[in-house]
């Protein structure tokens, strides 16, 4: 009698197993969106990639954000620049016809090449939203109020679930334990941004010999 009391068991635990519902099931959008920002937090690091569009301009952004540093490309409009942010100073790297087209003189490119540069504070906040941070400021705080409904989905196989908000974007979320974010659309990403590799670390340094354009233009 022993054995199929036993088999009785485990078949009840497998049964209860397979009916268990979804971590996320009955909670609001709000509450999603919330432990999504919460996971992302504590993760300390995610990779970040997928098309943009600013101002009509499209281009890419491929970058590995880590506490407060960065590193990584973004492209756009055609031209690719490399992105370093290390302790709170911004760093970038880009070819002599990125800077021609900001009507720099051709004498003054070719010192640029293959030289990182130090932004200037005003410059480098433009970066301010491809930061771990940023992101996930931008979760908790939308620009757009979240819609009520939330649907079930799957991304790569895996179960997620899709918050919207009143503009049209959306949120993805893995529906797991740790319902990391796994994509974002919106008006500048059309596409979607896709997030990965999360809490996986990268040595992040300062660059050697960094040019300082405050310094060269005498602090102006």
Same mark, same amino acid.
Request: glycine share 12%; proline share 5%.
């Given at each position: 009698?022993? *054995? ?5 068991? *485990? ?40 098309? *943009? ?44 016809? !990125?800077?021609?087209? !900001? ?21 480098? =906040?433009? %970066?301010?939203? %491809? ?36 503009? =049209? ?25 896709? %997030?990965?590799?999360? =809490?996986?670390?990268?040595? *992040? ?16």
């Amino acid at each position: 009698m022993r *054995i199929p009391r036993l088999t009785a068991v *485990i078949a009840a635990t497998l049964l209860l197993a397979a009916c268990g519902g979804s971590p996320l099931e009955g909670k609001t959008a709000e509450e999603i969106v919330t432990a999504a920002a919460d996971v992302l937090e504590d993760a300390g690091s995610v990779h970040v990639s997928g098309a *943009i569009d600013q101002d009509g301009q499209e281009g890419e952004v491929d970058l590995h954000l880590q506490g407060e540093d960065a590193t990584g490309t973004i492209s756009l409009g055609g031209a690719e620049v490399e992105l370093l942010s290390v302790d709170g100073t911004s760093y970038l790297k880009a070819s002599p016809e !990125f800077w021609a087209s !900001f009507g720099m003189p051709e004498g003054m490119t070719t010192l640029f090449e293959d030289q990182w540069i130090v932004l200037p504070g005003e410059a480098a =906040g433009q %970066f301010g939203d %491809f930061t771990l941070a940023g992101i996930v400021e931008e979760l908790r705080n939308p620009e757009s109020p979240l819609g009520d409904e939330v649907r079930t989905d799957e991304l790569d196989g895996e179960d997620v679930v899709v918050v919207e908000q009143e503009d =049209g974007s959306t949120l993805t979320v893995a529906d797991d334990e740790k319902p990391y974010p796994l994509r974002m659309t919106g008006d500048d990403t059309p596409d979607g941004i896709t %997030f990965s590799r999360f =809490g996986e670390t990268e040595d *992040i340094t300062v660059p050697d010999d960094a040019l300082d354009l405050e310094d060269m233009m005498g602090g102006a």
